[in-house]
């Protein structure tokens, strides 16, 4: 899985793949750039392991994410729909941030998925809807947002 490293040094995003729940876990956190959000999602949309399961949980509860505006979206938008094959019936949860700007550009990529995403402010709800065990994945998230902040 993939890591991008921002300007200022730190690692706003983190993923990685759980064989044994058979799903991949990401991680923002912090300022989230847009280039940031591009590069980290062309990579998983090109990363093979994006084919070994068709299960994602996306925590952007701690992240900060600036407001797109209409050519990041129609990029973004063309991302999405370059590599659709990719997404083809996965389910992704997404744990809503605090603040309308996360809100916005969750919801926009919950809509470029086409319905096979959903928003969820709590990771049990999301957990539920995914098939897959809240304490396991409870962990893997705090390992990830700790392996951001000892960058």
């Not at 973004?76 to 550009?105: C, N, P, W, Y």
């Not at 990529?109 to 065990?133: D, H, P, Q, Y």
Request: a negative charge.
């Amino acid at each position: 899985m993939s890591r991008n490293v921002g300007d200022n040094g730190i690692v706003p995003i983190a993923s990685r793949y759980d064989p044994g729940m058979g799903v991949i876990i990401e991680v923002y956190d912090g300022d989230v750039a847009f280039d940031e959000w591009h590069d980290h999602i062309a990579a998983m949309l090109d990363d093979p392991v994006l084919g070994e399961t068709t299960r994602s949980l996306v925590d952007m509860s701690s992240a900060r994410l600036e407001p797109l505006t209409d050519e990041q979206n129609e990029e973004m938008h063309s991302l999405f729909e370059a590599r659709s094959m990719s997404l083809t019936g996965r389910k992704m949860a997404i744990i809503a941030g605090q603040s309308g700007t996360e809100r916005d550009v969750e919801q926009r990529a919950v809509e470029r998925l086409k319905g096979r995403a959903i928003v969820f402010s709590s990771v049990a709800t999301a957990c539920i809807w995914l098939g897959v065990e809240e304490k396991a994945v409870t962990t893997a998230v705090d390992n990830l947002r700790a392996s951001l902040h000892q960058q």
